[in-house]
Nanobody, 127 residues
Framework: QVQLVESGGGLVQAGGSVRLSCAGA????????AGWFRQAPGKEQEFVSS????????MYSDSVKGRFTVTRDNAKNTVFLEMNNLIPTDTAVYYC????????????????????WGQGTQVTVSS
């Protein structure tokens, strides 16, 4: 059974940090690029970050660049999102996703490119 399970969300004060984890199971995690997306109440889903399956290539949305860092540990089938200097507009449900790719350098900001999705974890940033 394919699973992506996010964890690490919660309530944090503005300026604080949170580290999200996303554990994959039931598929060849190391053959998949990973993506992070978020959705705030009343807003559309927003791309946050993407990481190639090798971990060598990454991209970030302008809104999080310089504050968030995406990494992965393929030995543990896990991708991480380190979020620093959080601001209230970072409040959202954060979703991880996986996209099968032949390229070790491929990544994408398009939700349609991803095959598997987690259930999401809530991050709330208080002012």
């Amino acid at each position: 059974q394919v699973q992506l399970v996010e964890s690490g969300g919660g309530l944090v004060q503005a300026g604080g940090s949170v580290r999200l984890s996303c554990a994959g199971a039931g598929f060849g995690f190391s053959n998949y690029a990973a993506g992070w997306f978020r959705q705030a109440p009343g807003k559309e889903q927003e791309f946050v970050s993407s990481l190639s399956k090798s971990g060598s290539m990454s991209m970030y949305s302008d809104s999080v660049k310089g504050r968030f860092t995406v990494t992965r540990d393929n030995a543990k089938n896990t991708v991480f999102l380190e979020m620093n200097n959080l601001i209230p507009t970072d409040t959202a449900v954060y979703y991880c996703a996986a996209a099968r790719t032949a390229s070790s350098r491929w990544y994408s900001s398009a939700p349609s490119a991803y095959h598997f999705w987690g259930q999401g974890t809530q991050v709330t940033v208080s002012s």
